[in-house]
């Protein structure tokens, strides 16, 4: 199981000196991956119909995954840079095909594109997209990015979507890694049957969610080895804690694991420290 670490986006601040230290003391002590959560606008909660119940407001402050990553591609060589996860449908889907294929290639491959869709419809809102039909439109971008990523002129037609012999160039030299993430049965049933894998949030996912997954990509007639799946673990729960987790994930077959250190009451510094604390406290 490779042993990764959440980007403290809401906690690093803005100083790109801390950005790039904290990546590479990431890569340096052997995580396998940086993972980094996405919000592209901050909204106020108060006065809201509906109301928005999310974990972020207009004073959280969040770094672009795509320009993050095209920053870090040049700052590190091993560390697999991954999205956990980008709100895909209310993005435009050729534009996120350009941005991933860029990361993929400064990054020589190192790309995992964790998707879901979000439950800021303000975000959609501004974005000019559709809040309502973001599941449905989700399943159609995965097909055409993987057509934009594979086929150098696409031709396709679909609700959504129409490209009319168009390509991406230059496209990355290995189809990127889509997975989803979530913590729905709705969200479990669209991954088992398209995504590459799945990342459960550290707030909902848990061992027994991983098991059910499991069962539902068995159903669809899909490999289980050829199917990923991450859970994220909290820093705050503690070194008692820490390596009954890895074991607890390990023993339902996850591929990947990631510590997150957000509202434990680090500083900057301080998420570069625990880099090492949580490492070595794992073995």
């Known amino acids: 199981m490779k042993i990764g670490v959440v980007f403290p ?3 690093i601040g803005a100083d790109p000196a801390v950005i ?4 590479q003391a990431a890569e340096a002590l052997g995580y396998t991956h940086l993972l980094a959560y996405d919000h592209v606008l901050g909204a106020v909660h108060q006065g809201r119909e509906p109301r928005l119940t999310g974990p972020y407001t207009e004073e959280t402050p969040f770094h672009e995954p795509f320009v993050l990553f095209g920053y870090l591609a040049g ?3 091993t560390i697999e840079l991954v999205t956990g996860v980008l709100i895909l449908p209310q993005r435009q889907t050729a534009l996120v095909a350009k941005q991933a294929a860029q990361v993929a290639v400064l990054s020589g491959g190192r790309l995992r594109l964790g998707v879901g869709v979000g439950w800021n419809y303000v975000e959609y809102d501004a974005l000019g997209e559709d809040f309502h039909t973001r599941g449905r439109r989700q399943a159609e971008q995965i097909e055409v990015l993987r057509k934009l990523w594979t086929e150098p002129v696409v031709d396709y037609t679909g609700k959504y979507h129409r490209v009319d012999r168009a390509g991406v160039l230059p496209m ?3 189809q990127i890694p889509i997975w989803m993430g979530g913590g729905s049965d709705a969200a479990y049933r669209r991954a088992a049957a398209m995504a590459d894998g799945f990342i459960f949030t ?3 996912g848990s061992t027994e969610s991983a098991l059910k997954l499991r069962e539902m990509v068995a159903a669809a007639g899909r490999e289980q080895s050829s ?3 991450e859970g994220i673990v909290p820093y705050q729960s503690g070194p008692d804690s820490w390596g009954a987790q890895v074991e607890s994930w390990r023993a339902v077959g996850a591929t990947h694991l990631s510590v997150v250190a957000m ?3 680090l500083d900057p510094k301080g998420h570069i420290a625990m880099l090492e604390t949580y490492r ?3 073995g």
């Open 263 to 265: 509202n434990a009451g």
């Open 202 to 204: 550290s707030r909902g």
């Open 75 to 77: 700052l590190t060589t």
């Open 172 to 174: 990355p030299a290995k």
């Open 9 to 11: 986006q809401t906690e």
């Open 20 to 23: 790039r230290d904290f990546a």
């Open 280 to 282: 070595k406290a794992i």
């Open 227 to 229: 199917f990923g799946i």
